[in-house]
């Protein structure tokens, strides 16, 4: 076990409240359309807030609830879906707008898009568990609403804006950590889920024939779900192996928040129990690398997981990418 | 020591050679004006390469030099200071590109912009030493030609495009390896070193007021050179406490390449020799985060470093942060 304990964590939706009644007005279609398709009965939108605004924000609480003071931190990673800016790193921008540019502590990303926060927690942990970082903050803040493309209603109906904070300690007791971790990439699904523009590829200057659709998210849901459905069993076996564990002895499954049809479907198949399945995509939507770690949050908070408990995030990603860890809180 | 070893590495210039004379007509300034600022003889642009196809590239030739297959990989991971697309990680693109859509090899990205290498190699090489992942390649494409805003005449003039893949072995032998690394963030110098479109706080889309300038580099050389001069003696005395070395001990130092007259400022600052020192700006300009694993290939197929050497790489990157790794080869 690399004994890393989540100390805190904290998390934010911003202001605008988006109903499933007013998403099938935005969308043009009939009154309940959006919720059948997506179970998703409203999500957050930002109004004023933005990606540094409500990662300060969950970074603040956490540190708070930690008893932390910023400087303490070791490192700060930005585990983010979709950064601020193409260049600094969103950690860099997030440690600015803490005024804590004098600080020294390292920042730096990991991008994995919805499993950014997966790929980061279980990399880093081997980190912690040298004890080179001891105490470290993942942020992840999304902002999905600025790059949905309303024409594919399906995807847009099912996104959602907000921000999370989870810090880790190095456990000088042993007694929490990561039991077990993997994470696979079939890039057979690279185009499924992606924006094309935002990097060097289309560039808006360089490259006159950009359009303003590649700046937009493209999703073929069905596929995603399809080469999901075909990967995860297998993959659980591999996660699972050498633990003396099966996923049905986990207290709760923590899974990226697709919609609610498919999110049953891939509980059925792990043959897992509601109770033993968090599903916040109801109240939140999907929000990229955000929704994994705010599940973790919610189950906190709402007591589903306590001290000695074992849970399990597990996700998929663009990329295609799937990915999870075994948790003992 | 972190027992990592290189087993092989490549680059890619692409083939527009663009030399000191070409830049000064492309600037409208008079001739011999960049060579001078910046002491880059020529750079390479890409003409039909992009950063998946110069990074497939790489990695192909990395991969037959180490007499692997890309299936015996444990991980690939995406070490560019700018992606190719917004959505998915560079990693995955590379891998659909180089065929190996089934092979479940992981796929993630590192970002801190010029130390992306610097900071995927010192995190990841955790997971290798704990034996998580024992074959990992590296790859940093950089097309820093597109974004360059030629009104700014001097970071312009600075840059050149190019990739290297750099593959790391756990080695079990525990000749090679991570002596010491270190990195700290600054972020008084978050905005001295941009692009502020790209990712979700200025989208093209959504904030009608993106103008073309928010999607290239906006650099404030001199600002950055001042910050890098305060923080570098101090932080090479933490990189190097406990390792019962100097830095003048080491066989080599590979910096970050800036221009040619702050490179020599830094190396007299660090007390270096001009053979302890590469320099490689010349023919091959800044190349952003793939200027560090280029100057590592180049030093060994020049024969400045030989196994059992012990060399150093140190770069600073738009964030501010300051990274470095102290490497037996």
Redesign the interface.
């Given at each position: 076990m690399?004994n890393i304990k989540i100390v805190s964590s904290a998390k934010y939706l911003p202001k605008k409240k988006v109903t499933a009644k007013q998403m099938d007005k935005m969308l043009g279609v009939e009154e309940g359309w959006s919720l059948k398709k997506t179970g998703v009965e409203y999500r957050h939108y930002v109004d004023d807030e933005?990606?540094?605004s409500m990662g300060t924000i969950v970074l603040k609480e956490a540190l708070k609830k930690a008893n932390l003071e910023f400087e303490q931190l070791d490192?700060?990673v930005?585990t983010c879906?979709?950064?601020?800016?193409?260049?600094?790193?969103?950690?860099?921008?997030l440690?600015?707008a803490m005024g804590?540019?004098?600080?020294?502590?390292?920042?730096?990303?990991?991008?994995?898009?919805c499993?950014?926060f997966v790929?980061a927690v279980d990399?880093?942990s081997?980190?912690m568990?040298?004890k080179?970082y001891t105490k470290v903050a993942f942020v992840a803040s999304?902002?999905a609403?600025?790059?949905l493309n309303f024409n594919q209603k399906e995807s847009s109906a099912l996104f959602g804006d907000g921000a999370v904070c989870i810090i880790f300690e190095y456990d000088t007791t042993k007694t929490s950590g990561i039991i077990a971790s993997h994470?696979?990439?079939?890039?057979?699904g690279?185009h499924d889920?992606?924006?094309?523009?935002?990097?060097?590829?289309?560039?808006?200057?360089?490259?006159k024939d950009v359009k303003?659709t590649d700046?937009?998210?493209d999703m073929n849901g069905p596929k995603i779900f399809k080469l999901a459905s075909k990967v995860i069993l297998p993959f659980c076996e591999k996660l699972f192996f050498g633990t003396q564990r099966k996923i049905q002895d986990m207290k709760l499954v923590i899974p990226h928040q697709a919609s609610l049809l498919s999110l049953n479907l891939i509980r059925k198949k792990l043959n897992l129990s509601q109770q033993q399945y968090m599903i916040h995509v109801y109240n939140h939507g999907n929000q990229i690398a955000a929704s994994i770690p705010i599940g973790i949050h919610d189950a906190i908070e709402m007591g589903k997981i306590k001290r000695g408990d074992e849970f399990m995030v597990l996700g998929t990603?663009?990329?295609?990418?799937i990915?999870a860890i075994i948790f003992k809180f």
């Open positions: 690399r933005n990606s540094i490192a700060l930005g879906g979709t950064p601020a800016q193409a260049i600094p790193c969103t950690a860099s921008l440690q600015e804590m540019q004098e600080s020294g502590v390292p920042c730096f990303d990991v991008n994995s898009t499993l950014s790929t990399m880093i081997y980190a568990e040298a080179r999304e902002v609403s600025v790059g994470m696979e990439t079939y890039s057979s690279a889920a992606q924006i094309r523009a935002g990097g060097s590829l289309r560039h808006p200057v360089a490259h303003d700046f937009l998210f990603s663009a990329g295609f990418s990915g």
